[in-house]
């Protein structure tokens, strides 16, 4: 029987999933597992008895992750999950900022109480005049699961794409439209583009990436959209440059002071993923990744250890090994188990940086003596026995 705590409200679509063999506890402590979403758990303790964190989303800002590998933690995420609504989203975003209907929304509750609305609004309209998607330049910075939905969508709506992302995956290639353009220089986006959505992770190396030099190369007029994080952009250098003509309008889903309420900044509240949908597949993902890690060792979308899997075990044990990657560290734990006289019926290692992952299929039991010997090697941080 495992147990699994939630640290936010998780839909009960995704929970259903668990099996007889899943027990809900209020108390986190005594969860092996925990379900997430927004709750911030860098200042939370982790209980000796916890093996994984399950984020029903795709960002885990909130999620301690290097401290979490050497704990042996390992942390889930749902890439893709939500990416149809975020693709809507961003489609929003365009069309609020294009044609002015934001304004053209408050003039008509300012005006609510004239009898002659109708009549009025056809002569005020003219100032909420806007400009059509179709025949514009669409830059989209980010080609994983939402860049992608978001370049299709937009090759259908008429517009001309183009994509950034030095590292598409095969399977974003496969699924893109093949009128879509792939750049290799982010100024060839800035400088082409009428519109410009970003779609990366929030990380030291992106964090600021839109800064007043992106900002300078862009085109005047560009339509600027992060649904992504609000990190990703440096923004007082867009809130200088609407103020200068040369950005037309910024949507945000991330309101901030710097942002809400600004004149030329489209805000929402963070609704990208806020569809009952999107919510039941984040939580779906997440339970399925973390029922297969529980149930068998294996790792896929993890944020923090690489994907490795050997299926079901059929034989007598399984162990995993959490540890360093480092030169002669699976000799070293081969030839312990060897020596032990237990015969490794099959084995698997994935490295991912400084961290690696290391699954043995034991032909006889892992006795808690041979676990303990495993655990006092160099560099091992923890020895999980699967089965």
């Known amino acids: 029987m495992f147990k699994y705590a939630c640290l936010n409200n998780i839909s009960e679509r995704g929970l259903l999933k668990f099996t007889p063999d899943y027990e809900r506890c209020d108390d986190p402590a005594q969860a092996q597992g925990l379900l997430v ?11 000796p008895d916890l093996l994984a ?43 609020l900022a ?4 934001v304004e053209g929304v408050d003039w008509v509750r300012a005006n609510w109480n004239n009898k002659d609305i109708a009549k009025t609004a056809e002569k005020e309209k003219k100032k909420y005049a806007g400009t059509e998607l179709a025949g514009k330049r669409l ?3 980010g080609l994983g699961a939402i860049g992608v939905r978001v370049a299709n969508m937009a090759v259908e709506l008429g517009m001309e794409v183009f994509g950034y992302d030095p590292y598409v995956s095969v399977d974003a290639a496969w699924h893109l439209n093949r009128k879509i353009t792939h750049v290799f220089d982010l100024d060839e986006i800035y400088s082409r583009c009428d519109f410009i959505t970003i779609h990366v992770p929030a990380t030291p190396a992106t964090k600021g990436m839109i800064d007043k030099e992106a900002v300078k190369k862009m085109k005047k007029g560009v339509i600027l959209i992060n649904m992504a994080r609000d990190a990703l952009v440096d923004e007082e250098a867009v809130i200088k440059a609407i103020d200068a003509g ?4 910024y949507v945000s889903d991330f309101p ?5 309420g600004r004149r030329g900044c489209i805000t929402t509240p963070h609704l990208g993923a806020s569809t009952e949908e999107s919510e039941d597949n984040c939580a779906e993902m997440a339970v399925d990744e973390l029922m297969d890690y529980l149930e068998n060792g294996n790792i896929k979308n993890s944020v923090n250890y690489p994907a490795c899997s050997m299926g079901v075990c059929r034989s007598a044990s399984r162990i995993a090994i959490f540890h360093e990657n480092k030169v002669n560290m699976i000799n070293r734990l081969t030839t312990l188990i060897g020596g032990s006289e237990v015969n490794i019926a099959e084995m698997t290692s994935k490295s991912r940086g400084e961290v690696e992952y290391t699954m043995l299929d034991l032909d006889a039991p892992a006795t808690n003596e041979l676990v303990e010997e495993i655990s006092r090697i160099e560099g091992v941080w923890r020895v999980r026995v699967v089965k």
Do not use: W
């Not at 979403?37 to 209980?47: E, G, K, P, Q, V």
């Not at 984020?55 to 909130?62: K, L, S």
């Not at 942390?75 to 990416?83: H, K, L, Y």
């Open 256 to 260: 901030n002071p710097t942002v809400a």
């Open 53 to 95: 964190i399950a984020r029903a989303g795709a960002g885990v800002n909130n999620i301690p992750l290097e401290r979490c590998a050497k704990q042996g933690i390992v942390v889930f995420n749902t890439p893709g999950a939500n990416a149809n609504g975020v693709k809507e989203m961003v489609l929003a975003g365009m069309l």
């Open 246 to 249: 040369k950005i037309r309008r």
């Open 37 to 47: 979403r927004s709750a911030s758990m860098h200042d939370m303790a982790f209980s």
């Open 139 to 141: 830059g989209i910075i």
């Open 98 to 101: 294009s044609r002015d209907i």
